[in-house]
């Protein structure tokens, strides 16, 4: 018996509470009391299932996590024999679904288009047998409609969210688009065409950007102008995502309104600028943001680099830092002086173990002392300064400088040359621990990428602690991962050319709403930690054997970046072919 089926009328409470205790959702206990407590006037303008969602009753098909609205939605459109869609705002197209039916007209039947097809239209609503609206968004639309069933929080949020964006779009105003090729002449039209930066629309859309980027756990905004339209592209967990295309001349002044938010010059656009932005986050955290642009062929390409403070606050495990590397790395910072190195490429979490470790050496008995470029995040507990080219202040006039300063620790941001390298020596040679970068592939190559810079192999030896490698894998989501039989083939080549057992069962993504469907939520840091003992130093030349060392530091036990990606695939953390994919494959003998 279908206690739902009434035709044309919305959902009852009374009737919801009968069918949820039906089909074995809710107790007796809970279905006398949804049935029985009178609604106020705002729960009763409410859709039922928003109503029981928030009074978070247990769910008895999850023991840890109350009847929120995805479950019940999900239980609705499985007895209403529909589909069951979650609104990814990534995954709409925003312009083309808010043009289908109009914002009165959507909020009016709570309903929401979600996708729109050549002959289709597809609409979500939490009201499955009610059909009043059809017909007549049939005939406007001209197309057919096929209905499917949202969590009605999320129809509400986004039917005000995607149209208020859309109305600030439109109020901007169409522009004009060029087709000229010449990009010089390109950029010169459209700059005389911009909106102004702080036109109230403006300021909307930059805030729903920023919002959602947050929302979305994205690392790196993108905005990049392309001949006629504008793309909006997020990183999250690594991997860019397409987000949103914007009309030229809106995205033009989405850039000039950030330059203005950066304290960046506006009218200069054709040379970089960098800049950042200090904000906060919906719920109320605090948030940096790193600009910078680049004049492309068809105006100014910004990235934003979103830095969460938070990485500050986590310990070494929750970082990925474990066990001998983890006492390595804690015995390399004890030292009261010498160089400790760390490698990888950009956005391999160098800044975040660096930050994270002089954050918890940075006490009131020591004086801690950065020399960046740029300022990541800025940080109480140390003193920071800026790397100013113009003036002449570089990375080896900034280390020369704080030598004077009476430092304990020095964190110089990258070493980029001879003369970076020689004050970085010297200052560890003189009482000073050297924290700082290199871009090499992994720590044996550092001491290679030393010596082509000039640096003599004697002083390596003498100043040089240890270097460590990392990358950073994405984590299988725990809310999803499923066991997999272990691909032996694939495991040895994942340990090659070591030998290593394989584990007993590793996971697999599988995909859900908590991870956006891609069976990845978050990513986790591995470390290939090269101590350098002697017999590591009996090998450090001018002109030494880049191999020869490398198989020396596995031998006193270091671990490569595979092996200790290894180590993450065994312990259900991540995947081999993520491991593989950010990991550099050993070199052959």
């Known amino acids: 018996m279908n206690q739902l089926a009434t035709p044309d009328r919305p959902l009852e409470m009374r009737k919801v509470a009968l069918a949820l205790l039906e089909d074995g959702r809710i107790s007796q206990g809970d279905a006398?009391?949804?049935?029985?407590?009178p609604l106020s006037e705002k729960q009763r303008a409410?859709?039922?299932?928003?109503?029981?969602?928030?009074?978070?009753?247990?769910?008895?098909?999850?023991?840890?996590?109350?009847?929120?609205?995805?479950?019940?939605?999900?239980?609705?459109?499985?007895?209403?024999?529909?589909?069951?869609?979650?609104?990814?705002?990534?995954?709409?197209?925003?312009?083309?679904?808010?043009?289908?039916?109009s914002f009165a007209f959507a909020q009016r039947h709570k309903i929401l288009c979600?996708?729109?097809?050549?002959?289709?239209?597809?609409?979500?609503?939490?009201?499955?047998?009610?059909?009043?609206?059809?017909?007549?968004?049939?005939?406007?639309?001209?197309?057919?409609i096929t209905k499917v069933i949202a969590d009605p929080d999320d129809i509400d949020r986004y039917t005000v969210e995607f149209y208020a964006l859309a109305k600030s779009i439109s109020g901007v105003g169409a522009g004009s688009t060029s087709a000229i090729n010449n990009f010089e002449q390109l950029l010169e039209v459209g700059a005389a065409k911009d909106p102004e930066a702080n036109d109230q629309h403006i300021v909307n859309i930059?805030?729903?950007?920023?919002?959602?980027?947050?929302?979305?756990?994205?690392?790196?905004?993108h905005i990049e102008p392309r001949r006629t339209i504008g793309r909006v592209r997020f990183r999250i967990d690594g991997v860019l995502h397409q987000v949103y295309e914007l009309p030229m001349n809106v995205t033009m002044a989405v850039t000039s309104r950030l330059k203005v938010l950066g304290r960046m010059n506006v009218a200069e656009k054709r040379k970089p600028q960098d800049g950042r932005i200090k904000t906060k986050s919906p719920d109320g955290n605090e948030v940096e943001l790193r600009l910078s642009t680049l004049p492309t062929a068809f105006g100014e390409k910004m990235v934003m680099r979103i830095f969460d403070p938070d990485v500050l606050l986590r310990s070494f495990e929750q970082l990925g830092l474990v066990g001998d590397d983890l006492a390595q790395w804690q015995a390399m910072l004890a030292h009261p002086n010498g160089i400790v190195l760390v490698t990888g490429p950009t956005g391999s979490g160098k800044t975040t173990t660096?930050?994270?470790?002089?954050?918890?050496?940075?006490?009131?008995?020591?004086?801690?002392?950065?020399?960046?470029?740029?300022?990541?995040?800025?940080?109480?507990a140390f003193n920071q300064?800026?790397?100013?080219?113009?003036?002449?202040?570089?990375?080896?006039?900034?280390?020369?400088?704080?030598?004077?300063?009476?430092?304990?620790?020095?964190?110089?941001?990258?070493?980029?040359?001879?003369?970076?390298?020689?004050?970085?020596?010297?200052?560890?040679?003189?009482?000073?621990?050297?924290?700082?970068?290199?871009?090499?592939?992994?720590?044996?190559?550092?001491?290679?990428?030393l010596v082509d810079l000039g640096v003599p192999a004697y002083l390596i030896k003498s100043a040089v602690l240890g270097v460590m490698a990392q990358r950073l894998v994405r984590t299988l989501c725990p809310h999803c991962k499923a066991p997999q039989p272990v691909d032996e083939a694939a495991w040895q080549q994942l340990v090659s050319p070591w030998k290593a057992a394989a584990p007993a069962k590793i996971y697999q993504p599988v995909g859900c709403l908590e991870c956006r469907n891609t069976g990845y939520l978050g990513r986790v840091a591995i470390y290939e930690i090269m101590m350098l003992t002697d017999a590591v130093k009996s090998l450090i030349k001018d002109d030494g054997d880049l191999m020869v060392l490398r198989k020396q530091a596995v031998k006193e036990g270091m671990r490569t970046l595979r092996m200790a990606g290894a180590q993450k695939v065994g312990a259900g953390l991540t995947t081999i072919e993520e491991v593989m994919r950010v990991a550099p494959a050993p070199d052959k003998d």
């Open 32 to 37: 006398n009391l949804l049935a029985g407590t």
């Open 206 to 221: 930059v805030d729903w950007l920023l919002q959602y980027a947050f929302e979305q756990r994205a690392s790196d905004i």
């Open 385 to 449: 300064t800026q790397v100013q080219h113009n003036i002449g202040l570089d990375f080896a006039a900034g280390v020369r400088t704080l030598m004077r300063q009476d430092p304990d620790i020095i964190m110089v941001g990258e070493i980029r040359d001879l003369e970076t390298a020689e004050m970085a020596i010297q200052a560890s040679l003189t009482g000073h621990l050297v924290l700082s970068t290199l871009h090499t592939n992994d720590a044996p190559a550092a001491v290679a990428r």
């Open 354 to 380: 660096l930050y994270s470790s002089l954050k918890r050496i940075a006490t009131d008995q020591v004086n801690v002392s950065t020399i960046e470029d740029p300022i990541e995040m800025v940080e109480d």
């Open 114 to 144: 979600v996708a729109v097809k050549p002959d289709e239209l597809v609409v979500a609503t939490a009201e499955p047998h009610v059909n009043t609206w059809v017909e007549q968004l049939t005939h406007t639309a001209r197309k057919g």
């Open 46 to 101: 409410r859709n039922p299932l928003s109503v029981i969602a928030a009074r978070k009753l247990a769910d008895p098909s999850r023991k840890d996590k109350p009847l929120d609205g995805e479950q019940l939605s999900r239980w609705l459109a499985e007895r209403s024999n529909l589909d069951w869609v979650n609104i990814d705002p990534l995954e709409v197209n925003v312009a083309r679904i808010t043009e289908v039916m």
